[in-house]
C-alpha cells in the first residue's frame, strides 16, 4: 500500500491530499527558505490520529512537517527541506478544550487560532497573551511552541510562556504530557478531581520536553494541545503612547516602566510599523506615518481584580511621575490616533484583512533576534545604517522592539517591506544584514532557514547534543528533517 | 570535656555553612563576606567548623584508624577565633563548634599527635613560664625605672598582668609605658609581678595541653590572690579571653575583675579622670581581636550531658550557656576612638561579633606561618578599603601579625595599638 | 575506595596538589551530613575515593576528563546545605566547587553571571546595591543558586515574585559528564555574552532537569545567568546583635502575618492576593516553625510549646506576606487592596511587631532574605524530612488536597513515634508566579539518637499516597513514581547516558531510576 493510502487509513479520505493546488500551499513562504513541494498533506483531527500518524511515518521512512497556522507564513520552518514530506496540517484542531476562571488557564488544540480563543476567554473574564497583531489564522500553539514574544513583558517569567503543561507525540511516536498535565492522575479529569489544572510550567522529572521542544519547528514531536497560563481581563484600560526620535530612550524608559510593572502591553515600535498596525492601504500608511514620531512607545495599563479602579488610578498617576523623569509625555494620543482605537484595534485583536506585515508591499523579509534591551536601538541603527548604504530606504524598514523574560531580553524584529519581484534582489542584503548583526552580538534564537547555517557553526558542542537528543526522541529522523541544527539526522 | 562526650553535638552539623559566613544579615559585601580564615585559605570543607566536626564524629566513632598529617593540619590550623561559633549558634541549637575545636585538639595532643612547632612553646612555657622560651628572669625588664610596685611584696589595687608578648617584644615596652601613665590618671595603686609573672596559660589550651594550661592557671589566681587586687588589668586580648572564658569555663576564678585596659580606659574617660588635650587628625579603623571580644564573653563551666526531653528531642542538661559573643568587649575601644578629639571612626564589613580574625591565635602564629600572614592581610585589605589611614587595636598579638605582614606585603596603612592614641591625645610624648 | 595514584597524580597536575586530597580524614569529612532522611540511612555517607577543588571551568573539564580516563565516578555540590550532592558512588571524585565562587551583576541588563559557590545572599546584597533581587530558594540565603537553578528544586517564599528557580536560568555553562563545554542560549554567539539560556532552536535547558533536576548527576554547571527582579528602595541591611539583629526600616516595605480558620476562604484568599500582583513573598508555615525560628535551644523551644502560646494564635498555620512599593501611591494601593481581600474572606491579620521584636525580625528577615526558614526546617531535632505529597500544582490542588493527606500520613508516623511530634500541620507553601501555580511541602523532623527513628519510611509512605490520591506532578521527581509512569524516567535516562557515554557522573537518581525500571 502506498503511504497516501495507509494515512487514509488511518484519518480518513478525505483528511489526505495530494491535490497539487493544495501542496503548492506549502510549497513556499515569505522566507527564504527556498521551494519544496510536499508529496501530501494530512489533517488529523485527535491525538490518537496524530500518534497513528507518526508511528506510521516510523514504520514508512515518512517525513512529516507539522503546520499549525494558516498562510501567509514567514519562517521557512513550515516549508519542507526534503522532497516527498507529508504536512501534517493541524489547523483543523480547534477545540478549546477547557477553560478555567479560578485558575486562570485554558486548554487548546493546534488549530485554535488567537482569535478564536480570545472570543472564548472574554466570556470567562480572562486574557490570552497575544503576539504583536498576529494574523487572523495564527495558532496559539504555534505561536507559543516557537517562541513567540507576546506584547505583555511582565508576564514573561520565561521564554517558553506562558505554555504550562502540554501533551506530545514524540517522533518515536510515544505519548508524552508535560507540566502540570503530567500527572500522576492519567486523565485530566481525574487530575482536576484533586484541584489540578495543569497548571504547572515544569515537567516532573530531570529533564523537560516541553522545553526541548519549544522553538524546534517541530524535530521532536508533535503537539497535541497545551495548557496555556491565562490572565485576567483589565476592568479599567488605556493605552498611552510616548514619541521620540529614536528608541533608545523609550527603551530605556520602557525598561524601567516594566521593573515598575506599570504597564501590560509595554513595547517600542517605529512609525512605520505603528501605521502598519492600524492602516490598511499604502497610501493611509503613508499618511498615518507622516503624522507621528519617528518612533512610538506603546503602553497600556490596566487595573485587574480587587479594587481594580484604584489599581488603575495609581499606576496611571505614577506612570506620569516616572515618565517625566525621563523627560517623556505618555499620552492617550498620538498622531490622531487616540488609545481607545488603537485598544480596540490592535491590543488582543489579530490582524483584520491582510495580514499587516504585507499591507505596504504585498511581501515583507524578517529578521529577528535577540539582545539586552539596552542594545536593541544600536542593533537597529547598524541594520538601518546598511539598509541605507546598500540603498534600501529606511521608510520600508518596520521595528518592533519587545522585552520579554522581565526584561532580560528584548526581541529586536526588523521588517523589510518588499515588493514580491523585490524579494531575490533584497536576499544579499538580508543575509549581509544578518550577518553583521550576529557578529556583532545579536542573538539568532531561532535560526530559521538559512540563518541555520551562519549560527550553528558557531555552536558546535551545542548542535552536537541537540541532534543526540533528538535521536532520542525521534530515532528516525521523521520529524520536520533538514532544519536547524538537525540537517544530519 | 572529652571529644566522645560531644558526639551528640558533632553529629548534629547541619552542613548549612553558616560557620563560613558572617550572618547573611550583616553582609554588606561579596568581597567581604567570608568569615572563617582556615577554610578561607585551604578551600576543603574539612578546614571549616562543619567538617571538624564531622571529623571529630569520625574520630569518636572508631572510623579512622589512623592520625595522618593532613588531619593534624585540620585540627590545628585554625586560630580558634571562634567566629564559627557564634555564626552557628545563630542557626543551630544543638552544637558548640569552639567546645569541639577544642576537644578535637586536646584528644589529637593526648594522643600524641602534636604539631612541632607547638612543643617549642609548651616547653618555653614549661621552662620559663612564657611561650618564647626566653628567660623567665627579663620578663619584668620592661618596667624598669617606672616605679611600679612589685605585688610580691605589698599588696596593689590593680595587677597589671602584662602576658608573654609585651613583656617579651620589646616594641611592645613603649606602649606598656604609655598605659601605665594613663593607668596612674586613675588613682590606684598599680602593681606587677614582673619576673614572677607567668604566661595566663590560654595559648597552651588552645594548642591542645590542657594540663600545662590548668598548671598556669592556677599559679595566675594564686598571684592574684596573693596581691589583693581588686582588679586585673592586660592590654593583652589574648590573656584578656583567656581569663574571662577558659579560667571560668576549666573551673579557675579570678579573685578579682578582669578589666582590659580599654574598659580601664574609658571608665576613666567617664570618670572625667582622663582628659584629652591634643586632637589627632586621623581617620582610623578599629580591628576588634577575637580574644576581647566574642572570646572575651565570660565562659561558664558545665557539666552535664545530652538527654532526651521528650521523643525525638534531646537537649543538654542541664542547659548550657548559649555563647553568640555578646557579651564580649566591642564598646569600650569604639567609645574611646570616638572620644578623642580628631579621630575619625570607620567601620569596617567585618566587626564585633563577626571579625575577621588577625590570624595570630590559636598557636598558628606559632606553626602555619602562610595562614597567619594570609588571614592578617585579608584584615589589612579590608581596613585599607574603608580608606581610613589608621589600623587600630588593642592586643600586641594582632598588631605583631599585622605589622610583620604589612612590612612583607607593603602598604601605606599606620598600625596603632589604641594605648598609643589615648597617649598621645592626653599629651604624652 | 582508594584512588589510583595514576589518577590522583594526573588530579594534581590538572589542579594543583593543594587541590586533591584522597586523605582519609578529608575524605570523612565529605561523608557526613545530617539532614534529608538521616534517621533511616545514618548521617554517613559514602566515602568519596578523592576530593578536589576546581578553580576553573576548564579545570573542571580536566577533572571530568580525568574521571573518565580512569573509570572513575565524579559529583560536584556547592555551599552543601540540605540536599548536599555528596557521593553515592566509592569510586567517585567529589568535587568541591568552593574555589569557585565569583558573581557579577551585568547591568543594566539585570542579571547575574553566578559560579557555583556564590550564596544566594551574597547575590542579593550586591543585586539590592543596583535596584535588583533575586530569586531566594527557601533553604536560605546560604544556598547555592546556581545549584538550585541547575541541580535541584529552587523554591522560596520570593517565587509569588521570581518563580522557582527552574523559570531563572539565562545563559548556561555546562561541563557535561563526557568531559565536553555545552554552553546554552546566547553564549556561544560572538559578542553577545549571556542575556538568553534557550536555543538557538531547541531548548537544550530541557535536558538539564524539570521540576527538580538531577542532583549533581547531569556533569558540573560551571557559570549561569540569573535573571534579577525588581527591588524598590534602599538596600535592606540589619545591624545589631546576634541571634535576630535588627532590620533598618524599609520605608514602604510591610509584612503582616495572616491566618484562616477556613482552608476554602484561605485558598480564595491566596488567588485573589495572586491575581492583585502585589506581593513580594508569600509563605505560609507552622505555629511548631515560627517557634523553632523564635527559639534558642531546644529546652527553649520545648519551653514555648508546652506554653502553646503561638499555636493559639496559628491554630490553622499561618502566612507571612511581604511588598515592597516603589511609591507612596503604590503602597496605599497594596495595603488597601491587601486588608480588602484578608477581610472579605475572614482572614486575620497580625502585625509580627505585636508578637515582639523576633517575630517581626523572622518575619521581616525571612521575606527578603529567606534567613531563618532553614531553621524551622531543621531545628529542634537536626533533621527533616520533605514529607509528600510534596506537590507543585494549582492553589487548591496543593492547600485543598497534599496538604491534609500528608498530615494524615505523619499522624501514623509521630503515633509509632518514628518522627517528632510537631503539632502534624508543619506544611511550608508558597505561591509562585502571581499564585498561578503553588508549591506545597512538609516537614518531618527527626533525630538520630532517637532509636524509633525512621524518617525515610515517611516519604516512601508519602509517595505512594501521592500516587493513589493523583497528586502534583513533582512526585516522580523521586522513585515511587517511577515504575508508574515510566516513558518520563526511560527518556530521562537515555538524556543522562546520552552526555554520559562512560557513567562517569555519580548519577543517583538515573541509577535508581534505571534500578526501577525505567
Given at each position: 500500500m502506498t ?7 488511518i484519518i480518513?479520505?478525505?483528511q ?25 498533506i ?12 507518526v508511528k506510521?511515518a ?9 503546520v499549525?497556522s494558516g498562510?501567509p507564513r514567514?519562517r521557512g520552518d ?8 507529508v504536512i ?6 480547534k477545540k ?5 476562571r479560578r485558575?486562570?488557564?485554558a ?5 485554535v ?18 503576539p ?9 500553539i504555534g505561536?507559543?511552541?516557537e517562541r ?10 520565561d521564554l ?10 514524540l517522533g518515536d511516536g510515544n ?6 498535565a503530567?500527572?500522576?492522575a492519567?486523565?485530566?479529569?481525574d487530575q482536576?478531581k ?6 504547572l510550567?515544569?515537567?516532573p522529572i ?14 521532536f514531536?508533535?503537539?497535541c494541545w497545551?495548557s496555556?497560563?491565562?490572565e485576567?481581563l ?10 521620540a526620535?529614536?528608541p ?6 520602557a ?12 513595547y517600542v515600535?517605529?512609525?512605520?510599523n505603528f501605521a ?14 507622516e503624522?507621528l514620531?519617528?518612533w ?7 487595573g ?8 488603575f488610578d495609581?499606576?496611571v498617576?505614577d506612570l506620569?511621575?516616572?515618565a ?15 488609545g ?5 484595534q490592535?491590543?488582543?485583536k489579530?490582524?483584520e484583512?491582510?495580514y499587516?506585515?504585507?499591507r505596504l508591499k504585498?511581501?515583507c ?5 535577540l ?7 544600536g ?7 546598511m539598509?541605507?548604504k546598500a540603498?534600501f ?9 519587545q522585552?520579554?523574560i ?13 515588493a514580491p519581484?523585490?524579494?531575490d534582489?533584497f536576499q ?18 531561532r ?6 547555517d ?6 558546535e ?10 535521536a532520542?526522541?525521534?530515532p528516525?529522523g521523521?520529524m520536520n528533517?533538514?532544519?536547524?541544527c538537525?540537517?544530519?539526522? | 570535656?572529652?571529644l566522645?562526650?560531644?558526639h ?6 547541619h552542613?548549612c555553612?553558616?560557620c ?6 550583616l553582609i554588606?559585601?561579596k568581597r567581604?563576606s567570608y568569615?572563617?580564615?582556615s577554610?578561607t ?5 574539612s578546614?571549616?567548623a562543619?567538617?571538624?566536626a564531622?571529623?571529630?564524629?569520625a574520630?569518636?566513632?572508631?572510623r579512622?584508624d589512623?592520625?595522618t598529617?593532613?588531619m593534624?593540619q585540620?585540627?590545628?590550623e ?6 564559627c ?5 545563630t542557626?543551630?541549637?544543638n552544637?558548640?563548634?569552639i567546645?569541639v ?8 595532643v ?8 607547638h ?10 613560664d612564657?611561650v618564647?622560651g ?16 612589685d ?10 598582668h602584662v602576658?608573654?608578648r609585651m613583656s ?6 613603649s ?16 602593681g606587677?609581678?614582673?619576673?614572677e609573672?607567668s604566661c595566663?596559660?590560654g595559648?597552651?589550651l588552645e594548642?591542645?595541653?590542657?594540663g600545662?594550661?590548668n ?5 595566675m ?5 596573693a596581691s589583693g587586687?581588686?582588679q ?8 584578656y ?15 578579682a575583675?578582669v578589666v582590659?585596659?580599654?574598659q580601664?580606659?574609658?571608665h ?6 582622663l ?6 587628625p586621623l581617620s582610623v ?6 580574644h576581647?571580644?566574642r572570646r572575651?564573653?565570660?565562659g561558664?563551666?558545665?557539666k552535664g550531658?545530652?538527654k532526651?526531653l521528650?521523643p525525638?528531642?534531646?537537649g ?7 555563647r ?7 564598646d569600650?575601644p569604639?567609645?574611646?576612638l ?5 579621630v575619625e ?15 595570630a591565635?590559636?598557636?598558628v602564629?606559632?606553626a602555619?606561618?602562610?595562614m597567619a600572614?594570609?588571614?592578617a ?15 587600630v ?14 612590612d ?22 | ?5 595514576e589518577?590522583?597524580?594526573a ?6 596538589s593543594?587541590?586533591?586530597s584522597d ?9 557526613y551530613m545530617n ?6 540511612t545514618?548521617y554517613w ?6 576530593v578536589?577543588?576546581?578553580g576553573?571551568?576548564?579545570e573542571?573539564q ?9 573509570k572513575?565516578?565524579?559529583k ?6 540540605i540536599?548536599c550532592?555528596?557521593?553515592t558512588s ?11 565562587d565569583g558573581l ?9 553571571i ?9 547575590t542579593?546584597v550586591?543585586?539590592?546595591?543596583r ?8 533553604a ?15 523554591t ?5 515574585r521570581?518563580s522557582m528557580n527552574?523559570?531563572?536560568p539565562l545563559?548556561?555553562e ?13 553564549l556561544?554567539?560572538?559578542?553577545a555574552g ?11 535547558r530541557?535536558?538539564m532537569?524539570g521540576?527538580a533536576?538531577n542532583i549533581?548527576g547531569?556533569?558540573?554547571f560551571?557559570?549561569?545567568?540569573l535573571k534579577?527582579?525588581?527591588w524598590?528602595?534602599?538596600p ?5 546583635r546576634?541571634p ?15 491566618s484562616?480558620?477556613?482552608r476554602d476562604?484561605e485558598?480564595?484568599a491566596?488567588?485573589?492576593l ?6 513580594d513573598y508569600?509563605?505560609r508555615w507552622?505555629a ?13 523551644y ?7 502560646e503561638?499555636?493559639?494564635v ?11 512599593a516603589n511609591?507612596?501611591r503604590q ?10 481581600i484578608?477581610?472579605?474572606t475572614?482572614g486575620?491579620i497580625?502585625?509580627?511587631r ?9 518575619a ?7 534567613q531563618?526558614?532553614g531553621?524551622?526546617a531543621y531545628?529542634p531535632?537536626g533533621?527533616?524530612?520533605?514529607v ?5 500544582e494549582?492553589?487548591?490542588?496543593c492547600?485543598?488536597f497534599s ?19 510537631d ?7 508558597c505561591?509562585d508566579?502571581n ?6 511541602e512538609?516537614a518531618?523532623?527527626s533525630?538520630?539518637a532517637e532509636p ?9 509512605k508519602?509517595?505512594g499516597r501521592?500516587?493513589?490520591?493523583g497528586l ?16 518520563y524516567?526511560?527518556?530521562m535516562v537515555?538524556?543522562?547516558?546520552m ?6 557522573a555519580d548519577?543517583?537518581?538515573t541509577n ?5 525500571g525505567?
Amino acid at each position: 500500500m502506498t503511504a497516501k493510502s495507509r494515512l487514509a487509513q488511518i484519518i480518513g479520505d478525505s483528511q489526505v491530499s495530494d491535490d497539487p493546488a493544495d501542496l503548492e500551499g506549502f510549497s513556499t513562504d515569505h522566507s527564504y527558505a527556498g521551494k519544496t513541494t510536499p508529496a501530501l498533506i494530512v489533517r488529523p483531527g485527535n491525538p490518537q490520529e496524530i500518534q497513528n500518524v507518526v508511528k506510521l511515518a516510523n514504520e514508512m521512512d515518512l517525513n512529516l512537517v507539522p503546520v499549525s497556522s494558516g498562510a501567509p507564513r514567514f519562517r521557512g520552518d513550515s516549508v519542507p527541506s526534503v522532497d516527498g514530506a507529508v504536512i501534517v496540517d493541524l489547523s483543523h484542531m480547534k477545540k478549546i478544550m477547557w477553560i478555567n476562571r479560578r485558575n486562570r488557564v485554558a486548554l487548546v488544540e493546534p488549530g485554535v487560532t488567537f482569535g478564536e480563543l480570545q472570543t472564548e476567554l472574554n466570556k470567562h473574564g480572562l486574557r490570552a497573551m497575544f503576539p504583536l497583531a498576529p494574523k487572523s489564522n495564527k495558532s496559539v500553539i504555534g505561536a507559543y511552541m516557537e517562541r513567540e514574544p507576546f506584547t505583555v513583558p511582565k508576564y514573561a517569567w520565561d521564554l517558553g510562556d506562558p505554555v504550562a503543561g502540554a501533551e506530545f507525540v514524540l517522533g518515536d511516536g510515544n505519548t508524552m504530557r508535560t507540566g502540570g498535565a503530567a500527572g500522576p492522575a492519567e486523565t485530566l479529569e481525574d487530575q482536576r478531581k484533586t484541584g489540578g489544572a495543569q497548571k504547572l510550567p515544569m515537567s516532573p522529572i530531570g529533564m523537560d520536553f516541553r522545553r526541548i521542544a519549544q522553538g524546534s519547528s517541530g524535530n521532536f514531536g508533535i503537539c497535541c494541545w497545551i495548557s496555556l497560563r491565562c490572565e485576567l481581563l483589565p476592568e479599567q484600560e488605556q493605552v498611552f503612547f510616548a514619541g521620540a526620535d529614536s528608541p533608545a530612550p523609550l527603551m530605556e524608559a520602557a525598561r524601567r516602566f516594566l521593573t515598575l510593572r506599570l504597564m501590560d502591553e509595554l513595547y517600542v515600535v517605529n512609525s512605520l510599523n505603528f501605521a502598519c498596525l492600524l492602516k490598511t492601504s499604502p497610501e493611509k500608511i503613508h499618511a498615518l506615518q507622516e503624522k507621528l514620531p519617528p518612533w512610538i512607545l506603546v503602553g497600556g495599563v490596566a487595573g485587574c481584580g480587587d479594587l481594580a479602579k484604584d489599581q488603575f488610578d495609581y499606576k496611571v498617576a505614577d506612570l506620569k511621575d516616572e515618565a517625566n523623569r525621563f523627560g517623556l509625555s505618555m499620552t492617550p494620543r498620538i498622531g490622531g490616533v487616540s488609545g481607545s482605537a488603537y485598544l480596540s484595534q490592535v491590543v488582543r485583536k489579530c490582524a483584520e484583512g491582510a495580514y499587516w506585515k504585507l499591507r505596504l508591499k504585498g511581501d515583507c523579509r524578517e529578521i529577528f533576534f535577540l539582545t539586552p534591551p539596552h542594545k536593541a536601538a544600536g542593533y537597529v541603527e547598524q541594520a538601518l545604517d546598511m539598509a541605507g548604504k546598500a540603498g534600501f530606504k529606511e521608510d520600508r524598514i518596520g521595528v518592533y522592539l519587545q522585552m520579554a523574560i522581565q526584561g532580560a531580553v528584548c526581541h529586536c524584529g526588523l521588517d523589510y517591506y518588499v515588493a514580491p519581484d523585490e524579494t531575490d534582489s533584497f536576499q544579499p542584503l538580508f543575509m549581509q544584514t544578518s550577518q553583521a548583526l550576529f557578529e556583532n552580538g545579536a542573538y539568532f534564537s531561532r535560526p530559521y532557514g538559512p540563518w541555520a547555517d551562519m549560527v550553528y557553526p558557531r555552536y558546535e558542542t551545542f548542535a552536537k547534543y541537540a541532534r543526540n537528543l533528538k535521536a532520542i526522541f525521534d530515532p528516525k529522523g521523521v520529524m520536520n528533517p533538514g532544519k536547524l541544527c538537525f540537517k544530519e539526522n | 570535656m572529652a571529644l566522645s562526650d560531644y558526639h551528640y553535638e558533632m553529629s548534629h552539623c547541619h552542613r548549612c555553612s553558616y560557620c563560613k559566613f558572617i550572618p547573611f544579615q550583616l553582609i554588606k559585601s561579596k568581597r567581604f563576606s567570608y568569615l572563617c580564615p582556615s577554610i578561607t585559605l585551604r578551600n576543603f570543607h574539612s578546614f571549616s567548623a562543619g567538617g571538624r566536626a564531622a571529623l571529630g564524629l569520625a574520630i569518636a566513632e572508631g572510623r579512622l584508624d589512623q592520625y595522618t598529617e593532613m588531619m593534624k593540619q585540620i585540627v590545628f590550623e585554625c586560630t580558634m577565633c571562634g567566629a564559627c561559633q557564634v555564626q552557628c549558634r545563630t542557626f543551630n541549637f544543638n552544637l558548640n563548634p569552639i567546645e569541639v575545636m577544642q576537644a578535637l585538639r586536646t584528644h589529637f595532643v593526648e594522643q600524641g599527635e602534636i604539631v612541632p612547632e607547638h612543643m617549642f612553646v609548651i616547653e618555653g612555657l614549661k621552662r620559663e613560664d612564657n611561650v618564647f622560651g626566653e628567660p623567665k628572669k627579663h620578663r619584668g625588664d620592661w618596667a624598669e625605672g617606672l616605679g611600679l610596685k612589685d605585688i610580691s611584696r605589698e599588696k596593689v589595687d590593680v595587677l597589671l598582668h602584662v602576658g608573654c608578648r609585651m613583656s617579651f617584644d620589646d616594641e611592645f615596652w613603649s606602649v606598656l609605658k604609655m598605659a601605665v601613665e594613663i593607668m596612674q590618671c586613675s588613682g590606684l595603686s598599680v602593681g606587677i609581678a614582673g619576673s614572677e609573672e607567668s604566661c595566663c596559660g590560654g595559648r597552651a589550651l588552645e594548642m591542645g595541653f590542657e594540663g600545662v594550661f590548668n598548671t598556669f592557671a592556677e599559679a595566675m589566681a594564686g598571684r592574684v590572690k596573693a596581691s589583693g587586687a581588686k582588679q586585673v588589668v592586660t592590654l593583652c586580648a589574648d590573656c584578656y579571653g583567656t581569663f574571662q572564658e577558659h579560667y571560668p569555663s576549666h573551673g579557675w576564678g579570678l579573685d578579682a575583675e578582669v578589666v582590659h585596659i580599654t574598659q580601664f580606659i574609658s571608665h576613666l574617660i567617664d570618670q572625667g579622670k582622663l582628659k584629652f588635650k591634643n586632637k589627632i587628625p586621623l581617620s582610623v579603623t578599629y580591628h576588634d581581636p577575637c580574644h576581647l571580644g566574642r572570646r572575651g564573653e565570660p565562659g561558664v563551666q558545665w557539666k552535664g550531658e545530652y538527654k532526651r526531653l521528650a521523643p525525638h528531642l534531646f537537649g543538654p542538661v542541664p542547659e548550657k550557656p548559649i555563647r553568640l559573643g555578646r557579651n564580649g568587649c566591642y564598646d569600650a575601644p569604639r567609645d574611646i576612638l570616638q572620644a578623642i578629639p580628631g579621630v575619625e571612626l570607620t567601620e569596617m564589613e567585618r566587626t564585633r561579633e563577626y571579625s575577621w580574625c588577625c590570624g595570630a591565635g590559636g598557636g598558628v602564629l606559632e606553626a602555619f606561618e602562610e595562614m597567619a600572614e594570609k588571614t592578617a592581610h585579608e584584615r589589612l585589605l579590608e581596613a585599607e578599603a574603608t580608606g581610613a589611614q589608621a589600623l587600630v587595636t588593642a592586643c600586641p598579638w594582632c598588631e605583631r601579625n599585622f605589622r610583620d605582614t604589612l612590612d612583607s606585603s607593603g602598604g601605606s596603612l599606620k598600625i596603632y595599638d589604641i594605648v598609643e592614641l589615648v597617649h598621645q591625645a592626653m599629651g604624652g610624648e | 575506595m582508594t584512588i589510583p595514584i595514576e589518577a590522583k597524580k594526573a588530579l594534581e597536575e590538572a589542579l594543583g596538589s593543594e587541590n586533591v586530597s584522597d586523605d582519609p580524614g578529608v575524605i570523612e569529612t565529605y561523608s557526613y551530613m545530617n539532614g534529608l532522611g538521616s534517621g533511616a540511612t545514618g548521617y554517613w555517607w559514602a566515602r568519596p575515593a578523592c576530593v578536589v577543588l576546581p578553580g576553573s571551568t576548564e579545570e573542571v573539564q580536566k577533572a571530568v576528563i580525568i574521571c573518565n580516563q580512569h573509570k572513575l565516578r565524579f559529583k560536584a555540590h556547592s555551599t552543601g546545605w540540605i540536599c548536599c550532592a555528596l557521593a553515592t558512588s566509592k569510586n567517585c571524585v567529589l568535587m568541591d566547587m568552593r574555589r569557585m565562587d565569583g558573581l557579577e551583576i551585568v547591568e543594566p541588563d539585570g542579571y547575574v553571571i553566578t559560579e557555583p559557590y556564590a550564596t544566594a545572599g551574597e547575590t542579593q546584597v550586591e543585586a539590592m546595591k543596583r535596584g535588583y533581587n533575586p530569586h531566594l530558594v527557601g533553604a536560605g540565603p546560604n544556598a547555592s543558586n546556581l545549584a538550585s537553578a541547575t541541580s535541584m528544586q529552587g523554591t522560596g517564599g520570593t517565587s509569588v515574585r521570581t518563580s522557582m528557580n527552574e523559570r531563572n536560568p539565562l545563559a548556561i555553562e555546562w561541563v557535561l559528564p563526557s568531559g565536553e563545554i555545552l554552553r546554552l542560549g546566547s553564549l556561544e554567539t560572538p559578542n553577545a555574552g549571556w542575556f538568553c539560556g534557550d536555543g538557538p532552536g531547541p531548548s537544550l535547558r530541557g535536558m538539564m532537569r524539570g521540576a527538580a533536576g538531577n542532583i549533581g548527576g547531569n556533569g558540573v554547571f560551571t557559570r549561569i545567568a540569573l535573571k534579577l527582579y525588581p527591588w524598590y528602595g534602599p538596600p535592606y541591611e540589619c545591624e545589631g546583635r546576634p541571634p535576630f539583629f535588627k532590620s533598618k526600616a524599609l520605608p514602604l516595605g510591610y509584612v503582616r502575618y495572616v491566618s484562616w480558620k477556613d482552608r476554602d476562604l484561605e485558598c480564595d484568599a491566596l488567588y485573589r492576593l495572586g491575581e492583585t500582583e502585589i506581593l513580594d513573598y508569600s509563605n505560609r508555615w507552622s505555629a511548631s516553625a515560627l517557634m523553632s525560628s523564635l527559639a534558642i535551644s531546644n529546652q527553649d523551644y520545648r519551653e514555648m510549646k508546652k506554653k502553646g502560646e503561638l499555636h493559639k494564635v496559628f491554630p490553622n498555620g499561618y502566612w507571612t506576606f511581604f511588598f515592597n512599593a516603589n511609591s507612596q501611591r503604590q503602597y496605599d494601593y497594596n495595603v488597601k487592596v491587601f486588608e480588602h481581600i484578608i477581610k472579605d474572606t475572614g482572614g486575620t491579620i497580625i502585625d509580627p511587631r505585636d508578637l515582639g521584636d523576633p517575630a517581626y525580625e523572622v518575619a521581616i528577615q525571612n521575606a527578603v532574605r529567606a534567613q531563618w526558614i532553614g531553621k524551622s526546617a531543621y531545628m529542634p531535632t537536626g533533621s527533616n524530612t520533605g514529607v509528600p505529597p510534596l506537590t507543585y500544582e494549582t492553589i487548591d490542588q496543593c492547600m485543598k488536597f497534599s496538604l491534609d493527606e500528608t498530615i494524615s500520613v505523619k499522624k501514623e508516623w509521630i503515633a509509632k513515634n518514628k518522627i517528632y511530634n510537631d503539632g502534624e500541620d508543619n506544611a511550608y507553601a508558597c505561591l509562585d508566579e502571581n499564585g498561578h501555580f503553588l508549591h506545597v511541602e512538609h516537614a518531618a523532623h527527626s533525630d538520630w539518637a532517637e532509636p524509633e527513628a525512621e524518617p525515610l519510611g515517611i516519604i516512601l509512605k508519602g509517595y505512594g499516597r501521592a500516587l493513589e490520591k493523583g497528586l502534583g506532578p513533582a512526585y516522580m521527581s523521586m522513585p515511587a513514581g517511577w515504575a508508574k509512569r515510566s516513558e518520563y524516567s526511560r527518556y530521562m535516562v537515555q538524556i543522562q547516558r546520552m552526555i554520559d557515554p562512560n557513567r562517569a557522573a555519580d548519577s543517583m537518581l538515573t541509577n535508581a531510576a534505571e534500578t526501577m525500571g525505567a
